[in-house]
């Protein structure tokens, strides 16, 4: 095993704490619910801890799964003891199970409303045991790209116990603003443009300074943009600054501060450096990968998505639209070859 394997195996061990660009120091204030200990390990004797529930303000919190990696994203929900909205679901049904128990367990009322953030799997399989009784919300390219991606993660990773699957496309869409009421709470959903899917939505509760801001931030992961877009992924995080929120929940990796985007984007412009540099000299996306010094980003766990973000990057230097499909075998090929030759690991 190379030394930047090692670091890839290291960053993706459950026991490690996030580390690298974007996160609080020992000595930086932490939002509500930030450095919530990651909670038991699971009956099943896996190595991967159990979600976690942890409260951000009256009547919202945050469904964290622990240690973030592929397919291991977070949750939410916001209630006023009459109705409830789930934002996101899960990977499997035993996950989305123990979401929506955990939601009965505090007390809140049966879902009414489900609003996802994106079309990805591990944010969209867990909506059937939520429907038909919550309506699913979402926009209307997360709509389309979930119907047309099926069972999407059955096919990365055949050997995951998922469950029973009921495909659950949102049914209220919306393309660019829409205002969700949960009581006397106000809930935004707004679409930043194409990001990390073309159908994103970031979800803004602005009276308690709380967003969602689904896998548009990573925090402690390496950002995905292989079916999105690097020039929307900056400008998203425009959007997410001009909040002003003091508490994020990303997609994946424990609840944080704003201070997390500036970890991405400098994240975001090492990639876009790396993919000027190596189309001018006429390197593939995977020989660019191979050949950076990742400094201080080796430390991001997944750090093998660099090449399939070159992969992206590298088709709008050449002119391609934000969010055009690209080849999925060879970008999720070449992430196995960074990763050691190994595939990736799906641990929900």
């Not at 996101?88 to 007390?107: F, H, K, Q, V, Y």
């Not at 998505?305 to 080849?327: F, S």
């Given at each position: 095993m190379d030394d930047a394997t090692a670091r890839r195996t290291a960053a993706r061990n459950p026991a490690a704490p996030p580390t690298g660009p974007g996160i609080s120091g020992p000595n930086a204030t932490e939002p509500p619910g930030a450095g919530t200990p990651a909670g038991p390990p699971p009956a099943d004797g896996s190595s991967v801890p159990e979600p976690y529930l942890t409260e951000l303000a009256a009547g919202v919190h945050a469904f964290i799964q622990p240690d973030g990696g592929w397919c291991l994203n977070n949750a939410g929900f916001v209630t006023d003891g009459d109705a409830t909205l789930v934002v996101d679901t899960a990977a499997t049904e035993r996950r989305a199970r123990l979401l929506r128990r955990r939601i009965a367990e505090s007390g809140a009322p049966a879902p009414r409303t489900v609003v996802n953030t994106h079309h990805h799997g591990d944010h969209t399989y867990g909506n059937g045991v939520f429907a038909p009784e919550?309506?699913?919300?979402?926009?209307?390219?997360?709509?389309?790209?979930?119907?047309?991606?099926?069972?999407?993660?059955?096919?990365?990773?055949?050997?995951?116990?998922?469950?029973?699957?009921?495909?659950?496309?949102?049914?209220?869409?919306?393309?660019?603003?829409?205002?969700?009421?949960?009581?006397?709470?106000?809930?935004?959903l707004i679409h930043p443009g194409v990001a990390h899917t073309t159908g994103d939505t970031i979800v803004w509760l602005p009276r308690e300074r709380i967003v969602f801001a689904g896998d548009l931030v990573f925090h402690g992961g390496t950002p995905f943009l292989f079916m999105g877009s690097l020039a929307g992924s900056l400008r998203a995080l425009r959007t997410l600054r001009?909040?002003?929120?003091?508490?994020?929940?990303?997609?994946?990796?424990?609840?944080?501060?704003?201070?997390?985007?500036?970890?991405?984007?400098?994240?975001?412009?090492?990639?876009?450096?790396?993919?000027?540099?190596?189309?001018?000299?006429?390197?593939?996306?995977?020989?660019?990968?191979?050949?950076?010094?990742?400094?201080?980003?080796?430390?991001?766990?997944?750090?093998?998505?660099?090449?399939?973000?070159?992969?992206?990057?590298?088709?709008?230097?050449?002119?391609?639209?934000?969010?055009?499909?690209?080849?999925?075998?060879?970008?999720?090929?070449d992430m196995a070859v960074l990763n050691g030759g190994v595939p990736m690991a799906c641990h929900a």
């Amino acid at each position: 095993m190379d030394d930047a394997t090692a670091r890839r195996t290291a960053a993706r061990n459950p026991a490690a704490p996030p580390t690298g660009p974007g996160i609080s120091g020992p000595n930086a204030t932490e939002p509500p619910g930030a450095g919530t200990p990651a909670g038991p390990p699971p009956a099943d004797g896996s190595s991967v801890p159990e979600p976690y529930l942890t409260e951000l303000a009256a009547g919202v919190h945050a469904f964290i799964q622990p240690d973030g990696g592929w397919c291991l994203n977070n949750a939410g929900f916001v209630t006023d003891g009459d109705a409830t909205l789930v934002v996101d679901t899960a990977a499997t049904e035993r996950r989305a199970r123990l979401l929506r128990r955990r939601i009965a367990e505090s007390g809140a009322p049966a879902p009414r409303t489900v609003v996802n953030t994106h079309h990805h799997g591990d944010h969209t399989y867990g909506n059937g045991v939520f429907a038909p009784e919550a309506t699913i919300v979402g926009h209307a390219s997360c709509r389309r790209e979930l119907l047309a991606a099926g069972h999407q993660l059955h096919t990365v990773w055949p050997e995951v116990a998922y469950g029973d699957i009921r495909l659950t496309p949102p049914e209220v869409t919306y393309t660019d603003e829409l205002t969700l009421h949960v009581g006397d709470t106000e809930v935004r959903l707004i679409h930043p443009g194409v990001a990390h899917t073309t159908g994103d939505t970031i979800v803004w509760l602005p009276r308690e300074r709380i967003v969602f801001a689904g896998d548009l931030v990573f925090h402690g992961g390496t950002p995905f943009l292989f079916m999105g877009s690097l020039a929307g992924s900056l400008r998203a995080l425009r959007t997410l600054r001009a909040l002003d929120a003091v508490t994020v929940v990303p997609g994946h990796g424990p609840v944080t501060g704003p201070e997390v985007y500036d970890g991405i984007e400098r994240y975001l412009r090492f990639v876009g450096r790396l993919a000027e540099e190596g189309r001018a000299a006429g390197r593939t996306p995977l020989e660019t990968a191979q050949e950076a010094d990742l400094g201080p980003f080796a430390e991001l766990a997944e750090s093998e998505r660099l090449v399939a973000n070159l992969h992206r990057a590298y088709a709008e230097l050449g002119g391609a639209a934000p969010g055009v499909p690209l080849d999925p075998i060879a970008g999720f090929s070449d992430m196995a070859v960074l990763n050691g030759g190994v595939p990736m690991a799906c641990h929900a």
